[in-house]
Each structure stands twice: as structure tokens, then as C-alpha cells.
């Protein structure tokens, strides 16, 4: 009789383990995430209530040790407050969201010279500020932090400090921190839905010789006693907190004046010492890239803070006005073409790809990570539209189906909404292809690069959600795309165009798409061109001859399937 009760729960057991997993099956990633996820990726009540004006980070590094420490003056507005439940007035102490993520430590908090308390729940510190806080009204906290940052192992793609050594054994350092935040190292207001408006003075202090370059204009070199330097860096642009960035080498600088569309626009080089002339080669680009990208996306973002190319010993991120490189001053990508096309080695991936973030990340940058396709589908398509400026239309055509191959469509390109969820990373390849499938839809390039200018000018130094971009690109067009950005955007299907021929017909439809899927599709019969207007159900098209040649147009992000019998 036991062994029999033993038996059945067993076999109830086996039947619960089923359950759940098929409610896992149903459910999916929506139902993994943590409250660190929404404490790191939402917007809380305790974030909110202030908006950012300024960041005044100072920082010290000690290079032996791997360790760094500073403070950083948190400056913000406080916005409209409700008065909480029981009191009639919005004048009240308010809990403020810090983020700085362990190993390193928030040592204290102060607001005007008053030590405030500190509750810290993982990357999360709660502070509670002891005065009133008056909507309206402009205030700061002073956070003092220490500690030895995460070291990242494969950067940028993990996040961390790079402390490198360069080819003569000396210190090479810099930080990359995209995907896992800024607050790796610095404590901050730590979602990139509010960005400092006033952007960000940055400190460095380290020992001589060394040379530390951060983002934007260098204000002033000063000594600090022990044989150690200060370098104060200044942005007054809207910054990304992952675009702040600490380099440390022995670099050496040389600079050019690039007169673009807003004036005179002073570009800084800063290199290691001993590829400083490889490195005035290479550069050459920077003129080129700038004349394309204005020419597409309209003004350089930061006239007031320069343009900055900094070498370092990771492979380059988009750092605001102080994009990072390091592809070896070889063209393509660590010499390779990613699209195989051959048009990939006409210019250097890293200086066109991370200059182009310039204008989507930097300028236009996602309110959510989720939309961080935002970033990366127009930044990626920026390399093909250098193509076409430089090397004209066909180039750009092959460059940008070549990469095709390199789309998984593996899980839609947008991600969860406020727990730090990225879309798949299609996002760079099979983003571009979007927008280079809706170029083909729009047929008319004057129209659509006043689309691509008409972004940059509508959301200058503003974060965004895709679904904003959305609206207004449709709107700029006038065309419906709800159908197409559901497709592309929010399923990982990409369409199909079935087709049947026989004799002078061609039969054909939509399969694998949402309903009112609505792109029409250019094809070409015979060698003469057709637009079409595929739905999910079979229409037809009648050709004076039988038909011998037939295909999609290559331009469009579709999959062709020939069918036996429709």
C-alpha cells in the first residue's frame, strides 16, 4: 500500500513538473525577471520625482592597485510632487534612487553638508533626503564612492575598467559599459531616460606621465601634488551615462578644423605615441565620415563639445564626442567584411560604425533599453548610407544584403519593457535591412533622407521610445506602418512571398506575416519591373509572354518560396 502511494505521487509530481513547464512555455521571458531587473530597468517612484541637470564627477585612479575613488555632485530639478497620503503639502523629504553596483561602495551621501541615510539593496541605494523637496526647485546630493570596479574581460561587450598595458608595457586603461551600466564604476541616476541637461564636468586625477581623456573640450591640466595631474573634461550637451568614459595612456594629440553645416567643427585625435603617424593615415576617414553623415542625417550633434577619436585597447564603442577606437588602423572589421560583398573593406568599421552612433544613441537615444534597436538598426544602416554617399547606390545595395546572412531571427528586435531588456541582436543587421526595405518602399531618396535629417532635428538631444520613432516616420511618409513595424519590430517572422508561375502567370501572396501586412514588393519578370501588392490570399499577374525569369527584388527584407500548387 505504500509503495502504491509512492507510485501516485510520483505520477503527480510528473504531472505538476509538466504544468509548470507548459506555463513556462506559455509565458515565457515575461515571467523571469527579478526585482533587481525593475530596480535597474524601470522607471521607480524614486527616481521620478527629480530630474537630472548636472553631473560634477571627479575621480582618482590608483593604476597599481586597480582601484579607483571620487565623488560625484548630482545636480537635478525636482518635479511636480504629490503630496504623500496624509499631509497636504508636496514641501516633504523625498527617497532618492542611486545606482553603483558592487564591488565598488557608496561611502556616504551628503546634501548640503548634512550626512543623509543610505539603504542600499544590490546596485540600488535609497537615500532619503532630510530637507524638503519643492517642486521646482534646484538642489544637489555629493555621493563619495570607492572601491575596485569590475574588470571587463571581452569589452565592450562586457562591461568594466580595461586596465591593458600597451605594446611597451605600459598602463593603457580605459572603461567600456554599455549593456552593464555606468554605475560599474560611478554612482548615477542609472536609465537613459533622463539625461544630465547640462551635461557633465569629469575629473580624473593619476600620476604623471599619464594622460587621461574623457568626453568633450579638455578645460585645464593642473597638479596635484604626489606627482599626480588633474584633467578636467566638460560636456555641456545632454550626455548618456554609458557615454561617459575615462582613457588613460600615453597619448599623444593631433587635430583638424571641419567646416560642416553648423560651422566649424574642431576634431581631436588622441592616439598612443608610437601610431601617431599610421593613425593621421587612418583618420583621413573622419572628414569623409562627417561629410556623408551630415549629408544623411543633417548637423553634427556636438558643434559645442567637438568631435573626439580616442584610441584604446578594446575594439571601439560610441562614446559621446569621444568615440573609442581600436581596429588596428585597418579597414573593415579587424580587417574582415562583414557583408563579404567586398565594399566592407572601403572603409574602417570602427570610425564610420561608432561615429554614426553620434546621431542615433547619442542624439537620439532609446528611453528604454528595450528599444535599443533605435541605436543600432540606424547606426548600422549608417555604414551602408557612407557607401552610398562615397561609392553610390549599387555599392550601398550590396554592402547592406550582404549582411543578411549574419540575421538569426531568432526573437523580435524590440525587448521587455522597464526590467533592462534588450531585443535580439538582429538588431544591427536585420535593423538596417528594415530601414533599407523601407527606402525601397518610399522611392524617393530626397524624401527619405528629409526623414533621417527631419529625426535628428525633431528629437535633437532627446531620449526616445521606438514607438514615438515610429509615429513619426510614418507621419513624414504618409504612409500606414503599423502593419510593417509590428512585423519587423515586435515578431521574429520575416515575410514570405509564396509564388506560382505558369506559362504568363504569376501567382502569388503573403504567408508567415500579421494580418493587413501591407509592403508592397518590388519584382522583375522577364527583365521588366513590377510593383506588387501582396495580402495573404493568391492574386495574379498577367504577362504577355511565358514567363522565363523571374525574382525578388534583393533590396527587400523577404524570403522567397516558389510553390508547387497554390
Given at each position: 500500500?505504500?509503495?502504491?502511494?509512492?507510485?501516485?505521487?510520483?505520477?503527480?509530481?510528473?504531472?505538476?513538473?509538466?504544468?509548470?513547464?507548459?506555463?513556462?512555455?506559455?509565458?515565457?521571458?515575461?515571467?523571469?525577471?527579478?526585482?533587481?531587473?525593475?530596480?535597474?530597468?524601470?522607471?521607480?517612484?524614486?527616481?521620478?520625482?527629480?530630474?537630472?541637470?548636472?553631473?560634477?564627477?571627479?575621480?582618482?585612479?590608483?593604476?597599481?592597485?586597480?582601484?579607483?575613488?571620487?565623488?560625484?555632485?548630482?545636480?537635478?530639478?525636482?518635479?511636480q510632487v504629490a503630496p504623500e497620503p496624509g499631509r497636504v503639502s508636496a514641501k516633504t523629504k523625498k527617497v532618492m534612487q542611486i545606482d553603483l553596483q558592487w564591488p565598488m561602495r557608496l561611502d556616504s551621501v551628503t546634501q548640503?553638508?548634512?550626512?543623509?541615510?543610505?539603504?542600499?539593496?544590490?546596485?540600488?541605494?535609497?537615500?532619503?533626503?532630510?530637507?524638503?523637496?519643492?517642486?521646482?526647485?534646484?538642489?544637489?546630493?555629493?555621493?563619495?564612492?570607492?572601491?575596485?570596479?569590475?574588470?571587463?574581460?571581452?569589452?565592450?561587450?562586457?562591461?568594466?575598467?580595461?586596465?591593458?598595458?600597451?605594446?611597451?608595457?605600459?598602463?593603457?586603461?580605459?572603461?567600456?559599459?554599455?549593456?552593464?551600466?555606468?554605475?560599474?564604476?560611478?554612482?548615477?541616476?542609472?536609465?537613459?531616460?533622463?539625461?544630465?541637461?547640462?551635461?557633465?564636468?569629469?575629473?580624473?586625477?593619476?600620476?604623471?606621465?599619464?594622460?587621461?581623456?574623457?568626453?568633450?573640450?579638455?578645460?585645464?591640466?593642473?597638479?596635484?601634488?604626489?606627482?599626480?595631474?588633474?584633467?578636467?573634461?566638460?560636456?555641456?550637451?545632454?550626455?548618456?551615462?554609458?557615454?561617459?568614459?575615462?582613457?588613460?595612456?600615453?597619448?599623444?594629440?593631433?587635430?583638424?578644423?571641419?567646416?560642416?553645416?553648423?560651422?566649424?567643427?574642431?576634431?581631436?585625435?588622441?592616439?598612443?605615441?608610437?601610431?601617431?603617424?599610421?593613425?593621421?593615415?587612418?583618420?583621413?576617414?573622419?572628414?569623409?565620415?562627417?561629410?556623408?553623415?551630415?549629408?544623411?542625417?543633417?548637423?553634427?550633434?556636438?558643434?559645442?563639445?567637438?568631435?573626439?577619436?580616442?584610441?584604446?585597447?578594446?575594439?571601439?564603442?560610441?562614446?559621446?564626442?569621444?568615440?573609442?577606437?581600436?581596429?588596428?588602423?585597418?579597414?573593415?572589421?579587424?580587417?574582415?567584411?562583414?557583408?563579404?560583398?567586398?565594399?566592407?573593406?572601403?572603409?574602417?568599421?570602427?570610425?564610420?560604425?561608432?561615429?554614426?552612433?553620434?546621431?542615433?544613441?547619442?542624439?537620439?537615444?532609446?528611453?528604454?533599453?528595450?528599444?535599443?534597436?533605435?541605436?543600432?538598426?540606424?547606426?548600422?544602416?549608417?555604414?551602408?548610407?557612407?557607401?552610398?554617399?562615397?561609392?553610390?547606390?549599387?555599392?550601398?545595395?550590396?554592402?547592406?544584403?550582404?549582411?543578411?546572412?549574419?540575421?538569426?531571427?531568432?526573437?523580435?528586435?524590440?525587448?521587455?519593457?522597464?526590467?533592462?531588456?534588450?531585443?535580439?541582436?538582429?538588431?544591427?543587421?536585420?535593423?538596417?535591412?528594415?530601414?533599407?526595405?523601407?527606402?525601397?518602399?518610399?522611392?524617393?531618396?530626397?524624401?527619405?533622407?528629409?526623414?533621417?535629417?527631419?529625426?535628428?532635428?525633431?528629437?535633437?538631444?532627446?531620449?526616445?521610445?521606438?514607438?514615438?520613432?515610429?509615429?513619426?516616420?510614418?507621419?513624414?511618409?504618409?504612409?500606414?506602418?503599423?502593419?510593417?513595424?509590428?512585423?519587423?519590430?515586435?515578431?521574429?517572422?520575416?515575410?514570405?512571398?509564396?509564388?506560382?508561375?505558369?506559362?504568363?502567370?504569376?501567382?502569388?501572396?503573403?504567408?508567415?506575416?500579421?494580418?493587413?501586412?501591407?509592403?508592397?514588393?518590388?519584382?522583375?519578370?522577364?527583365?521588366?519591373?513590377?510593383?506588387?501588392?501582396?495580402?495573404?490570399?493568391?492574386?495574379?499577374?498577367?504577362?504577355?509572354?511565358?514567363?522565363?525569369?523571374?525574382?525578388?527584388?534583393?533590396?527587400?527584407?523577404?524570403?522567397?518560396?516558389?510553390?508547387?500548387?497554390?
Amino acid at each position: 500500500m505504500k509503495h502504491l502511494d509512492l507510485v501516485s505521487v510520483i505520477y503527480s509530481l510528473k504531472k505538476l513538473v509538466l504544468l509548470l513547464f507548459l506555463i513556462w512555455a506559455e509565458f515565457g521571458l515575461s515571467q523571469s525577471f527579478t526585482r533587481a531587473d525593475s530596480l535597474r530597468g524601470g522607471i521607480t517612484p524614486e527616481r521620478i520625482w527629480w530630474d537630472l541637470e548636472h553631473y560634477d564627477l571627479s575621480v582618482k585612479l590608483d593604476v597599481d592597485g586597480r582601484q579607483i575613488s571620487g565623488t560625484n555632485r548630482i545636480s537635478y530639478v525636482v518635479n511636480q510632487v504629490a503630496p504623500e497620503p496624509g499631509r497636504v503639502s508636496a514641501k516633504t523629504k523625498k527617497v532618492m534612487q542611486i545606482d553603483l553596483q558592487w564591488p565598488m561602495r557608496l561611502d556616504s551621501v551628503t546634501q548640503n553638508g548634512v550626512l543623509l541615510k543610505v539603504i542600499r539593496e544590490g546596485s540600488a541605494h535609497f537615500v532619503t533626503t532630510e530637507m524638503p523637496q519643492i517642486s521646482g526647485q534646484a538642489n544637489s546630493v555629493m555621493c563619495y564612492f570607492s572601491g575596485r570596479p569590475i574588470e571587463a574581460q571581452n569589452p565592450p561587450w562586457d562591461g568594466g575598467f580595461a586596465w591593458n598595458q600597451d605594446e611597451l608595457g605600459r598602463p593603457f586603461i580605459a572603461n567600456a559599459n554599455q549593456g552593464i551600466g555606468a554605475s560599474v564604476w560611478w554612482p548615477n541616476k542609472d536609465h537613459p531616460y533622463d539625461e544630465p541637461d547640462r551635461g557633465v564636468d569629469l575629473k580624473i586625477q593619476l600620476a604623471k606621465p599619464l594622460v587621461a581623456v574623457g568626453n568633450g573640450r579638455l578645460l585645464e591640466v593642473s597638479d596635484a601634488g604626489d606627482d599626480d595631474q588633474i584633467f578636467h573634461w566638460q560636456v555641456t550637451s545632454p550626455i548618456n551615462n554609458y557615454g561617459v568614459n575615462i582613457n588613460v595612456g600615453h597619448y599623444v594629440r593631433f587635430e583638424e578644423v571641419y567646416r560642416g553645416l553648423s560651422g566649424a567643427l574642431d576634431c581631436t585625435y588622441w592616439v598612443l605615441d608610437y601610431n601617431l603617424e599610421q593613425a593621421k593615415t587612418q583618420f583621413k576617414q573622419v572628414p569623409m565620415m562627417l561629410e556623408a553623415f551630415e549629408h544623411w542625417f543633417g548637423p553634427y550633434p556636438f558643434y559645442d563639445d567637438g568631435y573626439q577619436l580616442v584610441e584604446v585597447p578594446y575594439l571601439g564603442m560610441e562614446h559621446q564626442s569621444s568615440v573609442t577606437y581600436g581596429n588596428g588602423y585597418r579597414n573593415g572589421y579587424r580587417g574582415t567584411d562583414l557583408s563579404d560583398s567586398g565594399w566592407g573593406m572601403k572603409f574602417d568599421f570602427i570610425i564610420i560604425h561608432e561615429s554614426g552612433h553620434e546621431w542615433f544613441a547619442n542624439n537620439i537615444t532609446n528611453s528604454d533599453v528595450a528599444d535599443m534597436w533605435i541605436h543600432e538598426g540606424f547606426t548600422a544602416y549608417s555604414e551602408n548610407l557612407f557607401l552610398d554617399y562615397h561609392y553610390g547606390r549599387e555599392a550601398s545595395n550590396q554592402y547592406v544584403v550582404g549582411t543578411k546572412k549574419r540575421i538569426q531571427n531568432d526573437r523580435p528586435l524590440i525587448g521587455y519593457y522597464g526590467v533592462n531588456h534588450e531585443g535580439s541582436g538582429d538588431m544591427y543587421y536585420k535593423g538596417a535591412n528594415i530601414l533599407h526595405t523601407l527606402r525601397q518602399w518610399v522611392n524617393d531618396d530626397a524624401l527619405w533622407r528629409e526623414v533621417l535629417t527631419g529625426l535628428n532635428q525633431q528629437f535633437r538631444h532627446q531620449t526616445i521610445s521606438s514607438k514615438q520613432l515610429e509615429d513619426y516616420i510614418a507621419s513624414a511618409l504618409n504612409l500606414n506602418l503599423t502593419q510593417f513595424w509590428e512585423q519587423y519590430l515586435r515578431t521574429p517572422d520575416i515575410p514570405v512571398f509564396e509564388y506560382h508561375i505558369q506559362d504568363k502567370t504569376l501567382k502569388y501572396r503573403y504567408n508567415k506575416t500579421i494580418a493587413e501586412f501591407n509592403l508592397p514588393v518590388l519584382v522583375h519578370v522577364n527583365g521588366a519591373s513590377h510593383w506588387l501588392r501582396p495580402t495573404e490570399s493568391w492574386k495574379e499577374l498577367s504577362h504577355p509572354s511565358k514567363i522565363k525569369d523571374f525574382e525578388v527584388d534583393k533590396n527587400f527584407l523577404l524570403k522567397a518560396r516558389v510553390i508547387d500548387r497554390p
